[in-house]
């Protein structure tokens, strides 16, 4: 049975589906917007919101756990500039965009996922 197992494995171990779901998160704070799979981007919206519910606290004790994730650049941006947009709003940080068109070398279904 599949209790309490959530989460995509994308065929990765689990230290290497930990550094990709953090570059994946890295890449989009630094763009605000990044285009890759549909799987993805649902795996990395939890991921990306739960950050910046820590980035709208503001305290020492979130800043770390941001930068447990992110890279310094990028955690500073997160609690300074986008974390601060949310602050009245309670979830649903992030949108995913489906496109029709799939990758071209296997056919993988594509979409953007960008902030809101």
């Known amino acids: 049975m599949r209790?309490?197992?959530?989460?995509?494995?994308?065929?990765?171990?689990t230290g290497q589906r930990k550094a990709f779901m953090k570059n994946l998160a890295t890449n989009l704070v630094r763009h605000e917007k990044i285009m890759t799979t549909e799987t993805r981007a649902?795996?990395?919206r939890s991921v990306v919101e739960r950050l910046v519910?820590?980035?709208?606290?503001?305290?020492?004790?979130?800043?770390?756990?941001l930068l447990a994730c992110?890279?310094?650049?990028?955690?500073?941006?997160?609690?300074?500039e986008i974390a601060p947009r949310y602050?009245?709003?309670?979830?649903?940080y992030t949108r995913v965009i489906?496109?029709?068109?799939r990758r071209k070398g296997d056919a993988a279904k594509t979409a953007t996922i960008e902030f809101v």
């Open 53 to 65: 519910t820590h980035g709208k606290k503001g305290t020492l004790s979130s800043m770390r756990l």
């Open 42 to 44: 649902k795996e990395l």
């Open 70 to 80: 992110l890279p310094k650049k990028e955690a500073m941006k997160m609690q300074k």
């Open 3 to 13: 209790h309490l197992k959530k989460g995509k494995k994308f065929g990765r171990k």
């Open 98 to 101: 489906k496109y029709a068109a």
């Open 87 to 92: 602050a009245d709003r309670k979830g649903g």
